[in-house]
């Protein structure tokens, strides 16, 4: 079982950058590989980043290569989303969840989840 909390959301401009972080609780965070979504208003849940159990190995996708950066600390049981360059457009309800599976992208594929966090970003 693990349990996942996130935190670090906010109202922020357009450019300017934003670090989200998600504590776990439990002794299996290292098994899992970790992952953030998003949703926003009206729109299906999508795909932000996944790192693997050890943290050597991100997944991102294509539309996001470059301005977002995950990363873990299994000694801290964290994981982290690093946001630069922030757009209107990625205001969004941020989740983090895990899974057994690596590389996933599939929301089916994590087995548990936080209750998100809100970015709003203004223009």
């Known amino acids: 079982q693990v349990q996942l909390v996130e935190s670090g959301g906010g109202l922020v401009q357009a450019g300017d950058s934003l670090r989200l972080s998600c504590a776990a609780s439990?002794?299996?965070?290292?098994?899992?590989?970790m992952g953030w979504f998003r949703q926003a208003p009206g729109k299906e849940r999508e795909f932000v980043a996944a790192?693997?159990?050890?943290?050597?190995?991100?997944y991102y996708p294509d539309s996001e290569k470059g301005r977002f950066t995950i990363s873990r600390d299994n000694a801290k049981i964290t994981v982290y989303l690093q946001m630069n360059s922030l757009k209107p457009e990625d205001t969004a309800v941020y989740y983090c969840?895990?899974?057994?599976?690596?590389?996933?992208?599939?929301?089916?594929?994590?087995?548990?989840w936080g209750q998100g966090t809100q970015v709003t970003v203004s223009s």
């Open positions: 439990g002794r299996t965070f290292s098994s899992y590989a």
């Open positions: 969840a895990a899974a057994r599976l690596f590389p996933v992208r599939d929301e089916w594929d994590y087995d548990y």
């Open positions: 790192i693997s159990r050890s943290g050597d190995t991100a």
